[in-house]
């Protein structure tokens, strides 16, 4: 049996399209296990039918011709259950429905085995025999194993449209689903990217001059040079500074001693330099491979490229220019910054990747540049796409393939009225943050990811409310001094002064280590970070919190926070900690004073001790992107889980109430500086709980601004009062969803329809 089943699959992989697939499929099961009929339906949820797709065994006028309603027979029962339906007569099950011209009458055995990929039914396989017997176990497990390869095949075809204009051409078209990345429209021709140069491929061989080689390389790493300098000029001016920072990353990357130096050492070690090139991008990529961060490992993704491009110019000497369609929409297995960066601004049009989180650097690039684009589509049929008509829904994370006239028709209209909007929003500039009935809701911004020497949205925010530090610690290769970390805090609040500054201690550890300071545990989320890192080392805490205090010196504007805090104990420590070194420094005569402090709430135990830390300190924080991994036990990183991370999840909602309550009896001030925080659909919410203010990315700012002065808090709490009661995420979600359309900003979250 399983040699039939490697042929069978082998045959359907070879198969150049589903149709042919599928005729194999039928034609050889049949045969493998002695039935009288097999067949293959495939769902077709636009009609919400099961339509029969190929046969052997009945008549074949039936293809296409035979149709069954979603939920009806023993094909809806199969499906609609996602389970096998195995019986010995048909006709005798209370489901079974009889299909005039079907020519199934004489058959009795049934065996329905639903196609499953990714949770979702794509069709049923069906086997039948005169005869009225159940199908063997053997049999059973021979046709489960050949559904799951199946649906493989039928996935590629629903993502390339095949398997539409096979059900029914002139239907409105099927979209792949994925990560929404960028908010926009794209619309245009798809342009597949993939790796220029294969490092992997590359064979060891000797140098055989190794001067030459060493040459060619620094040639090599030249060229790459200008053409990253090439392309910052060309991006300059439409890219926000973070964004354009990426250019300087990728620089000081390939100029950096453990890219040059050791392949150079290499070369004089004997390799040739296309070998000694792999070997270095192999050892560097192994240390970040280490790294669980997700900003580490998009760093890792850029050393790849970089060596790809290097090694793209070693064989071939100079990069090929590419011929860009006049709307493109960039497709790949995994779309690098460069490859974006390399198609003319204005011809880019959207961005869609299988690979890819909301986090990662081409979402980041993409929202930067306002380009719609869809991450992590994990069907997407990559290689069947080039020359493609697409359309990028950057709203939803949807991709239209081949779009039917009257789909494309509608996401013209949606395109038109989104630049008609964008024009509305940018009217709000340096108008108040302030709802209809007069509540002031000040915006602040979460910043120090990227290297920026003047954050976008300084104009716009109140202040900082988030400044991550992690970022100068990661870029070193050991801890920074405290005169460093003085200057690089100056900056930043001498940039917003006399607007607060909100600065947070270190939190490294769990998903961000440091490279030179090597943390492995089976479980990092739940091991040393954040304050458990710098509690245990003193040290490192006291340096940084004398920086942050002497930076403020005569500005003043600096608040402390404290991340991942679980326990009283930590916060006790902590604020000593500050007390002493504001005092050790009053004491070497620096005009130093006690900030402002708060603590992040962004651990389950910190919800349910809200009330106490909220005594000791100036003001709470929560950290929804952490606190809404850890309430529902979903890994924030992981796209595996990613559809179960809901920062809309009724738990967090409940666990944010219980926060600004406590708040509220202490006479603290809460903000929210999470993800949910720049969410528009979320605003009402967190003025409805009474939350001060938040923080959030830069692009973030007027969107959520057109939120706050369209409602009145009085709505806001009202419509908290009805999202505390949802049962579910999706519940809050509709909510929001009509409030938005209700007070006309429904655009700000999805295309208006
Ligand atoms: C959070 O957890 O919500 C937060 C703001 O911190 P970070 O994303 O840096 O973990
Ligand atoms: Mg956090």
């Known amino acids: 049996m399983l040699a039939t089943l490697r042929r069978i699959i082998d045959a359907v992989d070879r198969a150049p399209a589903l149709d042919a697939a599928l005729a194999v499929v039928v034609r050889e099961v049949k045969q493998a296990i ?56 048909a006709h005798t099950h209370a489901c079974y429905l009889a299909i005039t011209d079907s020519g199934e009458e004489p058959f009795h055995g049934f065996l329905g085995v639903p196609i499953i990929q990714h949770r979702r039914v794509l069709g049923v396989l069906v086997l039948r025999r005169r005869m009225a017997r159940r199908f063997e176990d053997d049999e059973v497990t021979f046709v489960v194993t050949l559904a799951v390869q199946l649906a493989a095949a039928i996935a590629l075809a629903r993502g390339s449209g095949e398997l539409a204009r096979l059900q029914q051409p002139g239907l409105p078209s099927h979209f792949l689903e994925g990560i929404a990345a960028a908010p926009g429209v794209g619309m245009g021709t798809g342009f ?65 001693e453990s890219f040059v130096a050791d392949t150079i050492q290499r070369i004089r070690a004997g390799s040739w330099a296309q070998g000694a090139l792999r070997a270095t991008v192999a050892d560097l990529l192994a240390e970040f491979d280490r790294v669980d961060d997700p ?38 297995d995994e779309v690098s910054a460069m490859e974006i960066a390399a198609v003319p601004r204005p011809s880019l049009a959207g961005i869609v990747s299988r690979r890819g989180s909301a986090s990662s650097h081409v979402a980041i690039l993409a929202r930067g540049m306002g380009v719609p684009a869809a991450v992590g589509v994990l069907e997407l049929p990559v290689s069947r796409l080039e020359g493609c008509s697409m359309i990028v829904d950057g709203y939803r994370g949807r991709v239209y393939v081949e779009p039917s006239p009257t789909v494309a028709a509608e996401y013209r209209r949606l395109a038109a009225e989104e630049r008609a909007f964008s024009a509305e929003l940018e009217a709000l500039r340096g108008l108040p943050s302030e709802t209809t009935d007069g509540f002031a809701l000040p915006l602040y911004l979460n910043t120090g990811l990227v290297v920026e020497q003047r954050p976008l949205g300084i104009d716009e925010s109140a202040g900082v409310g988030l400044y991550r530090t992690e970022l100068p610690f990661m870029v070193r290769d050991r801890f920074p001094g405290e005169e460093t970390q003085r200057r690089h805090y100056r900056q ?19 998903d961000k280590p440091l490279p030179y300071f090597p943390v492995h545990e089976s479980n990092p989320f739940l091991g040393w970070r954040g304050i458990r890192i710098t509690r245990d080392h003193p040290e490192i805490f006291m340096t940084q919190v004398r920086a942050m205090l002497r930076a403020a010196v005569g500005l003043d504007n600096l608040q402390i926070l404290l991340p991942m805090i679980t326990s009283v104990d930590e ?41 106490v830390l909220a005594r000791r300190v100036s003001f709470l924080s929560v950290g929804t992107n952490d606190l809404t991994q850890y309430l529902l036990a979903v890994d924030r990183n992981n796209a595996r889980v990613a559809a179960l991370y809901d920062e809309l999840h009724p738990a967090v909602l409940r666990a944010l109430k219980q926060v600004t309550d406590a708040a509220r009896a202490h006479g603290r001030e809460v903000t929210v500086c999470g993800e949910l925080a720049g969410d528009p659909r979320a605003t009402p919410l ?68």
């Open 295 to 332: 900003y580490l490992r998009e760093r890792g993704a850029d050393v790849r490229d970089l060596g790809r491009q290097v090694l793209l110019r070693l064989q071939h000497g100079a990069a090929p220019q590419a011929d860009y369609p006049a709307q493109t929409v960039l497709v790949g």
């Open 34 to 89: 002695g039935a009288d009929v097999c067949s293959v339906y495939l769902t077709d949820a636009n009609r919400r039918e099961h339509v029969l797709m190929a046969t052997d065994g009945l008549p074949p006028d039936s293809v296409g011709r035979v149709r069954i309603s979603l939920h009806r027979g023993l094909i809806g029962r199969a499906a609609e259950r996602a389970d096998i339906v195995n019986l010995d007569d």
């Open 571 to 611: 916060l006790d420590d902590a604020l000593d900690s500050i007390q002493r070194a504001c005092d050790e420094l009053q004491e070497e005569g620096h005009a130093v004073r006690l900030p402002p402090v708060g603590v992040m709430i962004e651990v389950p135990a910190a919800v349910y001790q809200a009330d």
């Open 686 to 753: 967190l003025l409805g709980l009474g939350v001060h203010s938040l923080s959030m990315g830069a692009g973030s700012l007027l969107r959520v601004k057109g939120v706050v002065r369209s409602i009145s808090r009085t709505r806001a709490r009202e419509l908290l009062g009805r999202a505390l009661l949802c049962e579910r995420g999706a519940c809050v979600r509709a909510l929001l969803m009509d409030a938005l359309e209700e007070i006309g900003l429904g655009g700000l979250v999805r295309p208006g329809r």
């Open 492 to 510: 930043v609040l001498a940039t917003f002064a006399p607007r607060p500054v909100t600065i947070r201690t270190l939190d490294v550890g769990g």
């Open 192 to 256: 597949v990217v993939y790796a220029p140069a294969d490092l992997d491929a590359v064979p060891d061989k000797p140098a055989a001059d190794p001067e030459a080689e060493v040459r060619d390389f620094r040639g090599a790493v030249a060229g790459v040079a200008e053409d990253i300098a090439r392309l910052a000029e060309r991006m300059g001016g439409t890219l926000r500074d973070e964004d354009q920072a990426l250019f300087d990353a990728w620089r000081l990357m390939l100029e950096s």
